[in-house]
Nanobody, 123 residues
Framework: QLQFVESGGGLVQPGGSLRLSCAAS????????IGWFRQAPGKGREGVSC????????NYADSVKGRFTISRDNAKNTVYLQMNSLKPEDTAVYYC????????????????WGQGTQVTVSS
C-alpha cells in the first residue's frame, strides 16, 4: 500500500520560501504521477502542481506559475514542491497524492492521500 508523509510546512512571511517534501513508502514511486494539492479553510481542495512518473511533464495552477516548482527524486522515493514568493493566499494545508497515469491535476483523480502539512504565510 502506497503511503505518503508530507513535511516542510511552517510559518513564513510574505515573499518568503518553503520547500515541501512528500516521502513515499510501501511502493516505489517510479510508475506514479504525483500531485501537490492544497485546501484553505472553508474552501475545497485544489490542484497546485502535478508531475508525471518520469518527471518529463508538469503542470501548475495559474495562481502559482512562476513561483512554485515541482520536482521528484525517484531514487529517494520523494517528490518536492519549492515555493517561492509566497503570498498570504497560499496559506493552506498541502497534501500529496498519486495516480498511475499522468493526465490532469484534478484532486478527484488522485488517491493515497497523505495527512498534509500546514503552510501559513503571514507577517
Amino acid at each position: 500500500q502506497l503511503q505518503f508523509v508530507e513535511s516542510g510546512g511552517g510559518l513564513v512571511q510574505p515573499g518568503g520560501s518553503l520547500r515541501l517534501s512528500c516521502a513515499a513508502s510501501g511502493l516505489t514511486l517510479d510508475y506514479y504521477a504525483i500531485g501537490w494539492f492544497r485546501q484553505a479553510p472553508g474552501k475545497g481542495r485544489e490542484g497546485v502542481s502535478c508531475i508525471s512518473s518520469s518527471g518529463g511533464r508538469r503542470n501548475y495552477a495559474d495562481s502559482v506559475k512562476g513561483r512554485f516548482t515541482i520536482s521528484r527524486d525517484n531514487a529517494k522515493n520523494t517528490v518536492y514542491l519549492q515555493m517561492n514568493s509566497l503570498k498570504p493566499e497560499d496559506t493552506a494545508v498541502y497534501y500529496c497524492a498519486a495516480r498511475e497515469l499522468f493526465r490532469t491535476c484534478a484532486p478527484y483523480e488522485y488517491g493515497y492521500w497523505g495527512q498534509g502539512t500546514q503552510v501559513t504565510v503571514s507577517s
